[in-house]
T-cell receptor, first 113, second 113 residues
Framework: GDSVTQMEGPVTLSEEAFLTINCTYT??????LFWYVQYPGEGLQLLLK?????DKGSNKGFEATYRKETTSFHLEKGSVQVSDSAVYFC????????????FGKGTHLIIQP | GAVVSQHPSWVICKSGTSVKIECRSL??????MFWYRQFPKQSLMLMAT?????????EQGVEKDKFLINHASLTLSTLTVTSAHPEDSSFYIC?????????FGPGTRLTVT
């Protein structure tokens, strides 16, 4: 079956550091890929998505590129801020988000001033 | 963005009793809602897909007689945990599908004593 693997946390960085959170997936066909973010006390929010190979999703300074050859969708940001502290989930969908999502375990990101 | 609420945000119940959790889409109509379960330090696991006016579709391994789902309107889905036991203690999260994106509720923490 489908699965998503992402790096375990917590990941602790200093403000303005470069961020990479690795995500790889296993699925047949061409799923859509997502990054969701969960701030304390809030529901998951869509951060970015990509629906086909080589697509780059971007939002709020975060980027991720759909790499079919390496089955990866790593999340990056050039300069993190304290406000980026949250839990980040990588996920996939077979129907562009219209079906139930398969999630990774989540990565807790802590940014220190 | 679209808002999804859940009620209650946390609940404690005694073993053998039933608990109902509500999921509402506040500013849009959702023909499809999803219910997920999250264990500590684990990913969200899809439990079931709820379609307005029809029976829910449960994932393999989820007991449909224990986790009763009703999607009576385009803005409300409910999950009832029947005859709850301590192993049902978990974090339950719903999402509502709209425009090829899922909007998540903040979750409900269930503790069964």
């Amino acid at each position: 079956g489908d699965s998503v693997t992402q790096m375990e946390g917590p990941v602790t960085l200093s403000e303005e550091a470069f961020l990479t959170i690795n995500c790889t997936y296993t699925a047949t066909g061409y799923p859509s890929l997502f990054w969701y973010v969960q701030y304390p006390g809030e529901g998951l929010q869509l951060l970015l998505k990509a629906t086909k190979a080589d697509d780059k999703g971007s939002n709020k300074g975060f980027e991720a590129t759909y790499r079919k050859e390496t089955t990866s969708f790593h999340l990056e940001k050039g300069s993190v801020q304290v406000s980026d502290s949250a839990v980040y989930f990588c996920a996939l969908s077979r129907r562009g988000g219209a079906d139930g999502l398969t999630f990774g375990k989540g990565t807790h990101l802590i940014i220190q001033p | 963005g679209a808002v999804v609420s859940q009620h209650p945000s946390w609940v404690i119940c005694k073993s053998g009793t039933s608990v109902k959790i509500e999921c509402r889409s506040l500013d849009f109509q959702a023909t499809t809602m999803f219910w997920y379960r999250q264990f500590p330090k684990q990913s969200l696991m899809l439990m079931a897909t709820s379609n307005e006016g029809s029976k829910a579709t449960y994932e393999q391994g989820v007991e449909k007689d224990k986790f009763l789902i009703n999607h009576a309107s385009l803005t409300l889905s409910t999950l009832t945990v029947t005859s709850a036991h301590p192993e049902d203690s978990s974090f339950y999260i719903c999402s509502a599908a709209g425009n090829y994106e899922q909007y998540f509720g903040p979750g409900t923490r269930l503790t069964v004593t």
